[in-house]
């Protein structure tokens, strides 16, 4: 998006500022759909937990895309944005067996990963087919806190457990009707994605009545300036080709899955925000800018790394090294040396590649408001949340008398 524009949209709605332009939400959902043009039946569910924004919604919805939600209230949202039960995949983990009721309740499909609740839910529901999130074990992702896919993780039911599985199935007649990974976030080698692939199509050749087969996402994108992504379009030629031949071999007419929500909205979002103090140090530079972990706290918990400019300054000749900061009183960088066009005062600063984890990771911590956010689309820009008010930090406060 251009400078001007960013700076306009402050003027407008004040600062910090969440600013999505979902042309480029569009051209990720392209992408990803012509890199697996040969399959016959595929379906993009986008992960909501990335962005739950109802205006980020209805654009997916507008390009054809389906949802994966893993809470009863993201399947709320998804329905309140206007999708249909048929397009909303419910994969939580480790839910209770009332949320599970509530899910069949409103109709959606529902992936289990767990025996437990499986065997409970065959007993309670003989007749509605469920898919059955399998753990791999396999090591991907880029760091340990978001990988999910290895043998000592919390998620899905273990790829050594299929025999109890059968057991529990055997017993309930419960009937699966898809296979469901997801191994992390952040994988930039696709080998990893078509280790999985082999492992999970293993997985469906032992149950009769698989429909679909969900691969789940954890596709990197770009977060330095020169970052290497995943190759979407080559894993797209590799496992296409590979499910093709599966579903030849086999005789099925299977529908391949995919669940991403970096991928999709990632880089169309950014976070502005404005300079409030230049503090120069003995041995650092640290430009204090108002917002914090509160609003971003990805490079605070996963020491993500999102590329800082300056909008206000567009000039590059005179660059410095500074550590940008937030607000909020506990050590809330945002990035440490960074060299950017000289900062001053009362500048408007831009934290890239900020749609996905970063507004649905916010919170109130130090009483500080969720900011607004606003996105851009087709030449169109749009107000899509208000910045909250003391209002809401009082909302659900209940006011004693002592
Ligand atoms: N499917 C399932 C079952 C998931 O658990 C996730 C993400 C996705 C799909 C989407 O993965 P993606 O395409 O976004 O990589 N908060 C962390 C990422 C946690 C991802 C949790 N699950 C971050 O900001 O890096």
Known sequence: MEQQHLLNLVEEHGSPLYVYDANVIEAQYKRMANAFSSVDNLRINYAVKANTNLAILKVLKSLGSGVDAVSIQEVQLCLKAGFTTEQIFYTPSGISFEEVEKAVDLGVQITLDNLSILERFGNTYPDIPVCLRINPHVMAGGNHKISVGHIDSKFGISIYQIKNIKEVIAKTGTIINGIHMHTGSDIYNIDAFVQATEILLDVVKEFEHIEFVDFGSGFKVPYKEGDNETNIERMGEQISERFNQFCVEYGKDL???????????????????????????????????????NHLIRP??????????????????????????GYICENDTFGHNRKMNKVSEGDILRIHNAGAYSFSMSSNYNSRYRTAEVMTYKGKDYLIRERETFEDLLKNQVEITL
């Open 300 to 325: 605070m918990m996963y020491d993500a790394y999102h590329h800082i400019t300056n909008v206000t300054n567009s000039n590059d000749s005179e660059q410095k090294v500074y550590s940008v900061v």
């Open 255 to 293: 529908t391949l899955i995919f669940e991403p929500g970096k991928f999709l909205v990632s880089a169309s979002g950014n976070l502005l925000t404005q300079v409030n103090v230049v503090k120069p140090t003995p041995n650092i530079v640290f430009v204090g800018v108002d917002s914090g972990l």
